[in-house]
């Protein structure tokens, strides 16, 4: 449980509104702007002003015509009365109306703008492999950013209209004050506002109590917040590995996780709940003492005839307007200890994205465009510094086929991903061909959700590829059974198997076409015949592509001209390249030998192991 702190400084809570805000005005001035000037406006109308006047004017007359039994004067009074009210409703509504859509634009701005944020350079990946991510971005986007703008915009009209009731209402006080005679050690001194100075130091006194109770409750909204988030999250990871658990009968375990995750939810909200009814019972009392108080102050003044009844009420309701436009703190303390708590989860959400793009003037990795894929000195590291992959040198040019293997754990991941451009711990150059022309294959492919056909034309949009190709792409790669199903939409990554899944990537390069294919185990869970049969495809419609491929598989050397290996050491794998027995596992090379098959080492070369091979088809 994190430790409860006190409020951080207002000054703080505001800098970072301000930075969530600062940018919608600056992209969208005039809708911005627009809107915040017609909702201060209609706060701060003097129709509002005017309204409130004409309120304290009705009830001052009002009371004047009981006071005198004078039915005729107080039937004239309801009339006003229903006016009044029906002025005070449009009013109102368009406020709220004016709020809403301040609110609503400002908030889909935010959104949108955190979305790309998150998404733009492979942030998205880097927060969630590197250190220093934030927790639950889904949350932080989709949450967070509702009440971080709806309330900002609800919390800083509040103080506006409270400051208007305080201008409008605090001059009315005064002058119904009169004068207070105080007497201090015989001398009798005037004190001129004696009602609103009451007022003032009535609701400062409030606003310290409620302060020092409430201190704790923005410490606590944000512990409710991550612990909310964290549930949610176990919660879908259950939904996301439901098979794994089912086949391993994780489901009591997984049970005591989440009754642990809404633990930490319950024990948040109890706090919370605990500041909130200590805050009820004050401010319960407050206002009922702020309705009273005017009453009792005023009393010895009405009995000695000074003021009538019609004033004394108006004191009492101006006296009770001022101590709400001075009770903004205290009224919405709950509300602001929340509001701080989304503000701060927005912000550190865009701080992580930023941050996600390295640290400026630190050496990194440089990619350049080139004719080949070429790295130089290429040095890797994980995020937490430690050395994986020291000084690699590769040169694909075009139409070659390189494999690199390595054992488990060697970085061969690693660089597949720094060649892709999203892996930033590292220095050293990597010269990129063309990345339109560009196509990698991770182990377990990426399917959208949607239809089949929208899978395999990814990223591209679905209409970008006929259905007669999309057809023909599955058939060559074997998948002739699911053409029928090329527009249905299902949860294609958990239908088919890991090896249909890869067979299907195989058939999206074919749609694509790339002159520059980059695999990661893209074959690691077919077969030997439906391996052959992928990469005969670099054979025939793929013949000319380069392929750099990643794998320790038996048998993957044979699709390839050379073969590199990483080879651990001290201060990270070193990449060697190695004649073809030396980099298959002993069985295969066995086999290889002719020992066990008859397989016999046909080339001379024995870095060239495709030309030494016949290729499968
Ligand atoms: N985000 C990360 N944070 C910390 N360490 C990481 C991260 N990603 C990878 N590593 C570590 O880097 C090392 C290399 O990982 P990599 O995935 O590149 O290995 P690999 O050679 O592809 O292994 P395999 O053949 O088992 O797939 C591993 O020890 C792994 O634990």
């Given at each position: 449980m994190a430790a409860e702190t006190e409020w951080a400084p207002a000054e703080g809570a505001l800098r970072e509104t301000w930075r969530l805000a600062r940018g919608w005005y600056g992209d969208a001035p005039l809708v911005a702007w627009g809107l915040t000037a017609a909702a201060v406006a209609l706060t701060l109308t003097l129709l509002q002003i005017a309204l409130s006047y004409a309120f304290s004017d009705w009830q001052r007359n009002a009371f004047d015509a009981l006071d005198q039994r004078d039915a005729a004067a107080f039937q004239g009074q309801l009339g006003w009365f229903?006016?009044?009210?029906?002025?005070?409703?449009?009013?109102?509504?368009?406020?709220?109306?004016?709020?809403?859509?301040?609110?609503?634009?400002?908030?889909?701005?935010?959104?949108?703008?955190?979305?790309?944020?998150?998404?733009?350079?492979?942030?998205?990946?880097?927060?969630?492999?590197?250190?220093?991510?934030?927790?639950?971005?889904?949350?932080?986007?989709?949450?967070?950013?509702?009440?971080?703008?709806?309330?900002?915009?609800?919390?800083?009209?509040?103080?506006?209209?409270?400051v208007a009731l305080f201008a409008c209402f605090a001059g009315l006080l005064w002058h119904l004050s009169g004068t207070l005679a105080v007497t201090i050690g015989g001398t009798t001194i005037g004190v001129p506002g004696s009602m609103l100075l009451a007022a003032a130091l009535y609701s400062g006194l409030g606003a310290l109590v409620v302060w020092r109770v409430g201190r704790a409750m923005p410490r606590i909204h944000l512990d409710r917040n991550q612990a909310e988030a964290d549930h949610r999250f176990a919660l879908l990871r259950i939904r996301e590995h439901a098979e794994g658990i089912a086949l391993i009968r994780g489901a009591a375990d997984e049970e005591r996780g989440l009754a642990r995750a809404y633990g930490r939810v319950e024990g948040a909200m109890l706090r919370l709940l605990r500041s909130e009814r200590q805050l009820m019972w004050l401010g319960a009392g407050y206002m009922a003492v702020a309705g009273v108080l005017p009453l009792l102050l005023g009393a010895p003044r009405f009995f000695a005839g000074a003021i009538t009844l019609g004033v004394l009420m108006q004191m009492t309701q101006a006296f009770v307007e001022v101590t709400r436009a001075l009770s903004w703190f205290v009224e919405n303390w709950p509300r602001l200890a929340d509001w701080r708590g989304h503000v701060v989860r927005v912000v550190e959400l865009e701080r992580a994205c930023e941050a996600a793009d390295g640290a400026a003037g630190q050496p990194g990795i440089a990619i350049a465009p080139g004719p080949?894929?070429?790295?130089?000195?290429?040095?890797?590291?994980?995020?937490?510094?430690?050395?994986?992959?020291?000084?690699?040198?590769?040169?694909?040019?075009?139409?070659?086929?390189?494999?690199?293997?390595?054992?488990?754990?060697?970085?061969?991941?690693?660089?597949?991903?720094?060649?892709?451009?999203?892996?930033?711990?590292?220095?050293?150059?990597?010269?990129?061909?063309?990345?339109?022309?560009?196509?990698?294959?991770?182990?377990?492919?990426?399917?959208?959700?949607?239809?089949?056909?929208?899978?395999?034309?990814?990223?591209?949009?679905?209409?970008?590829?006929?259905?007669?190709d999309a057809a023909a792409a599955l058939r060559r790669c074997r998948l002739g059974a699911l053409v029928p199903q090329l527009d249905q939409v299902a949860r294609w990554d958990r239908v088919l198997s890991l090896g249909e899944q890869q067979r299907l990537a195989f058939a999206r390069l074919l749609l694509h076409r790339p002159r520059w294919v980059f695999m990661d185990e893209a074959t690691s869970a077919l077969d030997e015949a439906n391996q052959a049969a992928m990469f005969a495809l670099f054979e025939a419609e793929l013949a000319g592509a380069a392929l750099l491929s990643i794998g320790h598989r038996p048998g993957l050397d044979r699709y390839h001209d050379r073969v590199l290996a990483l080879r651990p050491g001290p201060d990270g794998a070193r990449l060697e390249p190695v004649a073809a027995a030396a980099s298959l596992w002993p069985v295969e090379a066995f086999r290889r030998g002719g020992a066990w098959d008859g397989i016999s080492a046909a080339g001379r070369n024995p870095l060239n192991v495709r030309r030494r091979l016949p290729s499968a088809g």
């Open positions: 229903v006016a009044l009210t029906g002025l005070s409703m449009a009013v109102a509504v368009g406020r709220l109306c004016a709020r809403q859509v301040l609110g609503f634009l400002w908030r889909r701005w935010l959104v949108l703008k955190l979305q790309g944020a998150m998404l733009i350079n492979h942030r998205h990946y880097r927060m969630e492999m590197g250190e220093g991510g934030v927790d639950n971005p889904d949350q932080r986007i989709g949450e967070n950013t509702r009440w971080a703008t709806i309330m900002t915009v609800d919390l800083a009209l509040g103080l506006l209209h409270s080949a894929l070429r790295l130089s000195g290429l040095n890797l590291g994980t995020a937490g510094g430690r050395a994986l992959v020291l000084d690699a040198e590769i040169t694909l040019r075009p139409g070659e086929r390189v494999l690199v293997t390595g054992e488990s754990g060697s970085g061969k991941s690693t660089l597949f991903r720094a060649i892709a451009g999203i892996w930033p711990w590292g220095q050293g150059r990597i010269a990129v061909p063309d990345r339109t022309a560009t196509l990698f294959m991770p182990q377990r492919p990426y399917l959208p959700l949607g239809s089949l056909h929208a899978a395999l034309a990814y990223p591209a949009a679905p209409d970008t590829f006929g259905q007669a």
